[in-house]
């Protein structure tokens, strides 16, 4: 499988060199050889903005791969998006990364540009300032990214013990006003740390979907142990649990109206995407440490 790992390197792939009879497989079964080509390079770390030019792109771009075959190129003008700057974007192989589409203003209106950037995005981080602005964004995903694959959400996801015993020290310890939304980097989405993000992408799907359906029960532990009526002063929206359980389900519902079909989601903390030399705990992160595995 050497061929596969200079494919993964994004180095020379020259099927005339490595592979003689090459130029004698059927053209339909050439064109499937690049398109799996495309489909395991290595991926690009990007964070889209917008210049006068257009689009541009800044962050870890995937060495790309030779192009000298008319397959190979017929396959990049199907399968990619041209960006002036920046090049051939390989939309299967590169994770995208959004603070939220308020806090870059014009983002929603590249597609206006001519370059169908939004339209093919298939993987895209949201790392939004507040639970208003990633409903917001997830919204605009969805009426301008139809062919989404994966959605990551960046937030404060509180992770309830599991249990059916209510405790008020506990079970209101974080009001609305308190919740920890930081940026994820400050120039560049390199110094995110994707390793472990990417693998669960390509090989955790089923894990996944696992682990949200756990935590989607100890969230419905949570809500249903609260008191009735509730402490004096205090609404259902003030218990963190409460929150994090009423805009999931916001964020499901807008997924599920995703035609052909529903995107994946992962939930992850800034802790969680910070490379160890960078991780910088507040009091109010410190009680998030025990969130997502």
């Known amino acids: 499988m050497s061929s596969r790992r200079n494919i993964r390197k994004g180095h020379l792939v020259s099927m005339r ?10 053209i339909e079964v050439r064109f499937l050889i690049w398109e799996y080509a495309f489909e ?19 962050g870890k771009k995937a060495a790309y791969l ?6 190979a190129l017929r396959v990049i003008q199907l399968k990619h998006t041209y960006v ?6 390989n939309h299967c192989r590169s994770l995208v990364f959004i603070r939220d589409f308020m806090a870059t203003p014009g983002l929603k209106h590249i597609a206006a540009h001519g370059q169908n950037f939004l339209s093919r995005l298939f993987h895209v981080v949201l790392n939004p300032r507040n639970m208003t602005c990633l409903l917001e964004s997830v919204k605009i995903l969805h009426s301008s990214c139809p062919a989404l694959q994966t959605l990551v959400l960046v937030g404060p996801w509180f992770m309830p013990e ?10 209101w310890r974080c009001l609305t006003g308190y919740e920890d939304w930081p940026e994820l980097f400050k120039r560049s989405p390199e110094e995110v740390a994707t390793t472990d993000l990417l693998e669960a992408i390509e090989n955790g799907k089923e894990a996944n979907q696992t682990w949200l359906a756990h935590y989607h029960r100890l969230l419905d532990q949570a809500v249903e142990r609260l008191p009735h009526p509730l402490p004096s002063g205090l609404r259902p929206f003030d218990n963190e649990y409460w929150r994090v359980r009423h805009n999931l389900r916001k964020v ?5 109206k995703f035609h052909d079909w529903k995107p994946n989601l992962y939930l992850r903390t800034t802790e969680q995407l910070h490379r160890p030399a960078q991780s910088r705990r507040s009091r109010h992160s410190e009680r998030l440490s025990r969130t997502l595995v």
Request: hydrophobic share 40%; with cysteine; proline share 9%.
């Open 17 to 26: 060199n490595t592979f003689a009879p090459f130029l004698r497989l059927p």
């Open 40 to 58: 395991v390079a290595d991926w690009s770390i990007l964070k889209p903005g917008l210049c006068r030019a257009g689009i541009t792109l800044r």
């Open 66 to 71: 030779d192009v000298a075959s008319e397959q």
């Open 252 to 256: 499901t519902n807008i997924l599920l």
């Open 162 to 171: 599991d249990t059916t015993e209510y405790n008020p020290d506990k079970d």
């Open 84 to 89: 002036p700057g920046f090049g051939w974007l």
